[in-house]
């Protein structure tokens, strides 16, 4: 991962996307040698925000079958409809 000045990324903007669009890899932009942000591929982001949204329903999922498996007497339909406001 390369790194780049926030003053120097004022000028050389277009030389920060083409390295991050070209070679798949963020280019930070520092500030007193502090990360604030990072310019990257928008289909290197479009890819990390799709893997994070799957990690979440595997969570999800994850904690739903142990809710189940914990719970061991089934909720009988009328009521799930019924909390659900379909009677």
């Not at 999922?61 to 909390?83: L, N, T």
Request: aromatic fraction near 2%; glycine fraction near 4%.
């Amino acid at each position: 991962m390369s790194e780049m000045t926030l003053t120097s990324a004022r000028t050389h903007l277009a030389e920060a996307v083409d390295a991050a669009r070209m070679q798949h890899d963020p280019v930070w932009l520092t500030k007193h040698g502090r990360r604030l942000a990072a310019v990257i591929d928008a289909g290197d982001l479009d890819r990390l925000l799709q893997a994070a949204e799957d990690l979440e329903d595997l969570r999800a999922v994850q904690a739903a079958r142990e809710e189940r498996a914990a719970s061991a007497v089934p909720i009988p339909w009328d009521e799930v409809k019924a909390d659900l406001g379909l009677l």
